[in-house]
């Protein structure tokens, strides 16, 4: 009986992961600690860089404003929020960058 169920559990777990790894990024907090954003930015207090709110805020109304935030994640930048420059993000997989963008956007 194991030598049928084993390679069933097999087959299985592998289908479940390749589901999981196609689903897109469900960005969150826990999404933003993953990739160590917490570290300068908190949710409705400037810290190092801006708040999630001051963000969303700056850039309500904006159509573009999440491929433009996913830029500045990717990319870094200086400038647009005071002295300390944002250092570049090429780690984090462009799927997570934009689900990233669309969950500070949705801060309140």
Known sequence: MNKIIAPLVTVVSAATFAL???Q?????EALAQQFACVG????NA???GPSWK???TKYKGNS???QQLAASIKAGGSGKWGAVPMPPQPQVPD???NA???WILSQK
């Not at 897109?24 to 969150?28: F, K, L, N, T």
């Not at 300068?40 to 949710?43: E, F, R, Y």
């Open 95 to 97: 799927a997570d960058v």
């Open 100 to 102: 990233l963008a669309q």
């Open 64 to 66: 573009k404003a999440a």
């Open 40 to 43: 300068c930015h908190q949710a």
């Open 20 to 22: 999981i790894a196609q």
């Open 24 to 28: 897109p990024a469900q960005a969150s």
């Open 54 to 56: 001051e963000i969303a």
């Open 46 to 48: 400037r810290l190092v």
